[in-house]
């Protein structure tokens, strides 16, 4: 019959279930005889009273690739009998009905105007995630569960930017290379620099009109050539802990500074009467250029 069933014991004893949550009116009719065969029908009439039934809100499990979305579905596997079934707050935060964005450890809930749920990881983040929500029927009854997200790890690419850095003429500069790089999955270290291969040990690296200097704890400086100024340009690699590799570029930028002209002492030996060519600028030095010859020369 509708909604319920009638149970008849062996001993012929009668019981009657409705069906599960159901409440309201059922009728199912019966018939009797007599011993002379007589027949009769009659209809029973049963009014099944609601009671208040719990909202049940089920713990829920997901699988989202880090960097990637998932959306959300919370309530599909929990029930109100009583009808009304609504989620009041997620992770301790009410719902306001319009669109929101709820922070969760190392994540974010994300609801639209018309309700829809998705779930971000944060960026690059791979592990277990786990927050709250709260859900009411249409009796007022709450029940809350649990949300287990499970992020997993993708192979990010290591990225290894291109840096500048000025240096004076003469001078030296302290070099960070990885400083603005980056290595998601860590394990950042560099491998090369100008096509030379790093030791681990200390270590001199020749790039054209200058020279990086790394020290047996890693520290690199870079040295330019005695004297130049202008542009310098070499390359350097890195890689991450999954091997994976990216190349980049460092300019540096020599900033002229005025070098002092050296004038140094001569000394010739020339015969009584005699004479002889003098060459005073000869050992003589002007970084800046532009030595000039004495304009006069005295003899006393």
Known sequence: MDNGTVVIAADGAMTFEPAADFNGEIN??????????DV???????????????????NDEVTVAEDGSITLNL????SAPDGGLEITH??????????????VDNGTVVIAADGAM?????????????????????DGDVDSANVKVTVNAVNDAVDAVNDEVTVAEDGSITLNLTGNDSAPDGGLEITHIN??????????????????VIAADGAMTFEPAAD???????GYQVKDADGDVDSANVKVTVNAVNDAVDAVNDEVTVAEDGSI????????????????SPTSTAWR
């Open 28 to 37: 199912f009719g019966y018939q009797v005889k007599d011993a002379d065969g």
């Open 40 to 58: 009769d029908s009659a209809n029973v009439k049963v009014t099944v009273n609601a009671v208040n039934d719990a909202v049940d809100a089920v």
């Open 75 to 78: 309530t599909g596997n929990d």
């Open 90 to 103: 997620i992770n301790g935060v009410a719902l306001t009905g319009n669109a929101q964005d709820i922070a």
């Open 118 to 138: 998705t779930f971000e990881p944060a960026a690059d983040f791979n592990g277990e995630i786990n927050f709250g929500y709260q859900v009411k029927d249409a």
């Open 195 to 212: 096509g030379v291969a790093l030791t681990g040990n200390a270590q001199d690296i020749a790039v054209d009109n200058g020279t990086v």
């Open 228 to 234: 130049f100024n202008g542009e310098i340009n070499f």
């Open 277 to 292: 060519t003098l060459n005073l600028t000869g050992n003589d030095s002007a970084p800046d250029g532009g030595l000039k």
